[in-house]
């Protein structure tokens, strides 16, 4: 099929001023009644075109009369009707069947209860509609359904009427007077244990909010409804939002493809990321669930107020709103920490996904399939470009272009040429080639180096940008990257100096073209630059400076996010050149890294989460995405080379931060999370010195009392193969784990991953036997994250094993998930992404495998990602 093209889009002819929907709940066979009342627009003699897939088709009114058949025609994407000019009242009657719908788009079957996912386009699947995200109408909506087993009936928007009918049946109504798409639409039916409370916002409102949760759930809710609270109280305070309707509701999910969505006053969650208490949840679900929770309920302003045109606008309510969930965790947490979190995690995914076949443009210009646009690249770049503008402009500039842009276009469809519109009229800075950011795809790679005239006192910093092809955009634009410099002195003391007239220790140099010169005056010594300050632009940097001016900057710089950076810069260049050095020749260059991990890790001992993220390498996926012809095993073996180092040399004080037992109730702040962070970290070093601190993490193991600690014992013990009693410490804790889980599937996920990412010999057959367990269950997209996408994206080594046996254990899931659930399987598939970057040997075995997944006639879905991998 012809790709879907930005140019071609054209507004719809047809404009909805009411929907009103009834629903006739059955598992087998649900009836929908939507009626829609609306009229002509322009365009005399255009078909009114619904979408619809996978209905039956029951029944079409018109203004009062059945439609005869020749006034409409049904294709295979949905109904085109002859409509007469004016306003019209279309009545369609459609049957679905939720309990076979296990794509999990559009209305199904979680755990005996009734869901919707209608983003991007499950709306069509419950009936005919104009699917498209800027046609808007306020909702009504009529349950029906057997009272015992769905005691409640949600929709979006306001309560309305409900009631009895019958003895055995009942009913409820929802009224949602914002104007929505239809891909904001949600019903949930089922039973519930109900978690409530209220937030009484800025006007003064009291709005009850409710978390509805699987039975026996009630006990985890408290921290989502916490997290709801923070973010209605933060997105009032930072960015002057409001909530706009009389009720807030959250329901969770067990089977759901995503994290999380954001459906108009109820949003529906992957249960994943509702559920906690300090018994089941590592800190690292409480995090997810703080900044998911955020993340949906500020999509209410950005994305459900005001939406996208079209779906090339993704980004206009994904960068926005993943940019406000980050900077609410950094108000929330530590500012340093989220950052540098949010950084590894854009380099990990973003810039793998930009640097190969998949990689595509923030705003594209074009897609194959809507569902596989939803990527690293429009959610964490599309962020990063906000963060850019942002400081582009200047704070007061960038608040004032977002009020615009919330006055301007509240209640409409919008693009992301609105979007800069509104900030262009609040600053005196051109930003018309920032736009160039959202149509160009590639990261940068931005080059510095410099002189320094002790007699003019002047150090003129040459940068230079370069970005390299990608799939159908062979020449690049030079795009403009603001990049927060400072200079220090060979002792590491940061300079005051001059740039453009002004005089600061930090400078804003923005490079706009390929090559540009900025010349620093009042420079009292030779400097050594620091580019790059807070991650100010989304590229990679080649900083031109030698290891001795990095450990200079580790150390001196004030900048905790800067120092992280430093060190994590040295440890790049080391663990490359140790990969392909064997020979004992880098002790010298291992020892100074040591060193200044030791010294930067006993400054930072008050703040434990920092120490911990000074203590951790840049991960294997991360190390290859610059090479060619790579093997990951040699860059697993040097990061264990490198960690033995350290481990060693810090030995006592990390077993002492082992030993260090918390007592009292469980604290989920980020504080108490920095310390079992650090604990984490610890037990993780120690393990690369294998079998002698085995027994000791395997101790940890039994008497750790939070699920943080478990999980990082249990994934230390992972990567311990002794030939003796320290081999069975891990199989021992696994049955223990287990014989106390086995019936909370969330916390079962969690065995499921640390064996999917250990590195071992019997890896193979351990994950052939987690498959053939009965609660491997295909049909849950938790479950088989936790096997095929913890093994292929987050166990490297394994997934790429030179036989090739990774790349087929990957493939037979995706042949097996992909009737059943096209997103989850194309999800899976983007784990070939960077097939080409590997050696020869991997090659030839990945490209089996994809050859094999390309004769398979496999879904839509899947087949855009394996075709463009391919291609
Ligand atoms: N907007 C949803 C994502 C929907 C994904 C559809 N394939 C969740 C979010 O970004 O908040
Ligand atoms: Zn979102």
New binding site residues.
């Given amino acids: 099929p012809p790709p879907v093209r930005l140019v071609d889009y054209r507004p719809y002819p047809f404009a909805l001023d009411h929907v009103n929907l009834e629903f006739f709940l059955e598992p087998s066979k649900t009836r929908v009644r939507n009626k829609m009342t609306g009229r002509r627009v322009f365009g005399e003699h255009a078909l009114m075109n619904l979408h619809g897939e996978n209905l039956k088709l029951i029944s079409i009114a018109l203004n009062g009369h059945i439609l005869p058949e020749n006034q409409y025609e049904q294709t295979d994407e949905g109904l085109n009707i002859h409509m007469p000019a004016g306003e019209f009242c279309l009545e369609i009657e459609t049957e679905i069947s939720p309990e076979e719908n296990t794509q999990l788009?559009g209305l199904y079957m979680s755990g005996g209860r009734f869901c919707t996912?209608c983003?991007?386009e499950g709306f069509r699947r419950i009936t005919f509609y104009p699917d498209r995200p800027d046609v808007l109408a306020p909702f009504d909506v009529r349950m029906e359904a057997n009272k015992e087993k769905y005691p409640y009936l949600l929709s979006n928007g306001n309560p309305g009427k409900s009631g009895d009918i019958g003895t055995d049946r009942h009913y409820a109504e929802w009224s949602d007077p914002h104007p929505k798409p239809s891909?904001l639409f949600a019903l949930v039916a089922g039973d519930f244990d109900v978690y409530t409370d209220s937030f009484t916002t800025m006007s003064g409102k009291e709005t009850p909010l409710a978390i509805y949760v699987d039975k026996g759930d009630y006990d985890r809710c408290a921290y989502a409804m916490d997290s709801l609270k923070r973010s209605m109280s933060w997105d009032e305070d930072v960015f002057g939002r409001e909530y706009d309707l009389d009720v807030f509701n959250i329901v969770a999910v067990r089977d759901f493809?995503?994290?999380?969505?954001?459906n108009k006053g109820l949003n529906i969650f992957n249960a994943a990321y509702v559920l906690a208490d300090g018994k089941t949840a590592t800190d690292a679900d409480f995090e997810a669930i703080e900044s998911?929770v955020a993340?949906?309920y500020f999509?209410n302003w950005t994305?459900n107020r005001i939406t996208c045109r079209d779906w090339f606008q993704l980004c206009l309510?994904?960068g926005l709103?993943?940019y406000r969930d980050q900077e609410f965790s950094a108000d929330m947490r530590s500012r340093a920490v989220t950052r540098i979190k949010d950084v590894i995690r854009l380099r990990a995914r973003q810039f793998s996904e930009d640097g190969g076949p998949l990689a595509h443009s923030v705003r594209p210009d074009e897609y194959a399939r809507?569902?596989n646009?939803?990527t690293a690249t429009v959610?964490e770049k599309g962020a990063e470009l906000i963060r850019m503008l942002r400081t582009l402009i200047g704070d007061t500039a960038f608040f004032a272009g977002l009020n615009r842009y919330f006055d301007t276009y509240d209640g409409q469809a919008a693009t992301i040429e609105d979007f800069l519109n509104s900030f262009q009229l609040s600053t005196s800075e051109n930003i018309k080639e920032f736009a160039n950011w959202y149509s160009q795809s590639g990261t940068p790679v931005v080059t510095a180096s410099g002189v320094y005239d002790s007699i003019a006192r002047t150090y003129t910093l040459t940068v230079g940008q370069r970005t390299e092809p990608t799939p159908g955009q062979p020449d690049k634009l030079a795009l403009p990257i603001p990049l927060r410099t400072a200079l220090f002195s060979n002792k590491g003391r940061r300079l005051s100096t001059k740039l453009n007239g002004e005089i600061n220790d930090e400078h804003l140099v923005v490079l706009r073209d390929f090559e540009q010169v900025f010349v620093f005056t009042d420079v009292s010594s030779a400097p050594i630059h620091s580019l790059n300050r807070g991650f100010s632009a989304p590229i990679k940097l080649k900083d031109g400076l030698n290891d001795a001016n990095r450990s200079t900057l580790a150390a001196a710089d004030n900048d905790p996010f800067a120092q992280w950076e430093g060190l994590q810069t040295l440890a790049r260049g080391l663990l490359i050149d140790l990969a392909s050095n064997e020979d004992g020749s880098m002790n010298d260059r291992i020892h100074a890294f040591v060193d200044a991990i030791d010294e930067a890790f006993t400054a930072a001992i008050d703040d434990p989460a920092f120490a911990s993220l000074i203590l951790r390498l840049p991960s294997v996926g991360e190390l290859i995405q610059d090479q060619n012809a790579s093997d990951p095993s040699k860059f697993h073996a040097a990061r264990l080379t490198l960690k033995r180092a350290i481990a060693r040399h810090i030995e006592n004080s990390l077993v002492a931060t082992i030993q260090n037992q918390e007592t009292g109730p469980f604290d989920p702040s980020a504080s108490a999370a920095g310390r079992r962070a650090l604990k984490a970290t610890a037990i993780d070093l120690l393990s690369s010195l294998q079998n002698e601190h085995a027994q000791r993490i395997s101790d940890n193991f039994h008497s750790a009392t939070t699920m943080t600690e478990i999980l990082a014992s249990m994934n230390a013990l992972g990567n311990i193969e002794g030939g003796g009693a320290e081999g069975e410490l891990f199989d021992n804790a696994l049955t223990v784990f287990e014989e106390k889980w086995k019936d909370s599937a969330l916390v079962m996920d969690k065995w499921y991953s640390v064996q999917a990412m250990s590195v071992r010999s019997d890896l193979r057959a351990r994950l052939q036997r987690l498959c053939a367990r009965t609660d491997f269950d295909l049909k849950n997209p938790n479950r088989v994250r936790a096997v095929a996408a913890a093994f292929a994206m987050n166990n490297p080594v394994a997934f790429h094993a030179p036989d090739g046996w990774g790349y087929e254990f990957l493939t037979d899931i995706i042949l097996k998930v992909d009737g059943l659930n096209p997103?989850l399987s194309a999800r899976l598939a983007t784990a070939f992404e960077n097939w080409r970057r590997f050696s020869s040997d991997r090659q030839i075995h990945a490209e089996k495998q994809l050859r094999r997944l390309d004769d398979a006639n496999l879904s839509k879905n899947a087949q855009d990602i394996i075709t463009r991998a391919l291609a």
């Fill in positions: 788009s996912q983003e991007a891909y493809n995503f994290g999380a969505m954001e998911i993340h949906e999509h994305g309510k994904e709103t993943v809507i569902d646009l939803y959610y997103a």
